[in-house]
């Protein structure tokens, strides 16, 4: 193991983990999108990592929130890229009906994962700051999505780098809830 490493925390460790996690999110979620939108073969390759990254999440908590703690954010999390899936092919087909019922889907879970993650932690994660957090997240991919599809690419760009700085915070936030709320695994 690298000495530089050895030196770092177990908090800083944690906190660059968790960074991990969510920086595939976003960087296989984009993988999907530039793949859907342009109907490449890998496309099921990409979705599949996708859903990998789910699992890895959920791994990543089972430790502190337990195996069926764990296990539910992986359904949740898997549920949020299949609506995410379905917003896109909608928005590709240009079928606004079944856009409008996906959105609506894919929101209804952001939410649901809000409030199933502020249960868990509460006190670092309130609700309220929770559904910002997710709903800024859907956002943010949405317009990423739609600048691919129509083919904007300097907003498709800009959109990217939107999710990345979102993702790195929502990261950081759940990890310093994380460590607030179980500080012995961090001494």
Known sequence: MNQKVKELSRD???RLAMRKLWEDHIVWTRQVIVSAAAGLPDLNFAVDRLMQNQVDIGNAVKP??????GDKLISLLKEHISGAYEVLSAAK???NPRLDAASKAWYKNADDIAIFLSGANPH???VDHMKMHMKDHLDLTLAEAVARLQMKWADDVAAYERVHQQILGMADMLADGIIAQFPEKFS
């Open 12 to 14: 800083t460790l944690f």
């Open 64 to 69: 502190f929130y337990g195996e069926v703690a």
């Open 93 to 95: 087909a240009g079928d």
């Open 124 to 126: 670092n994660w309130p």
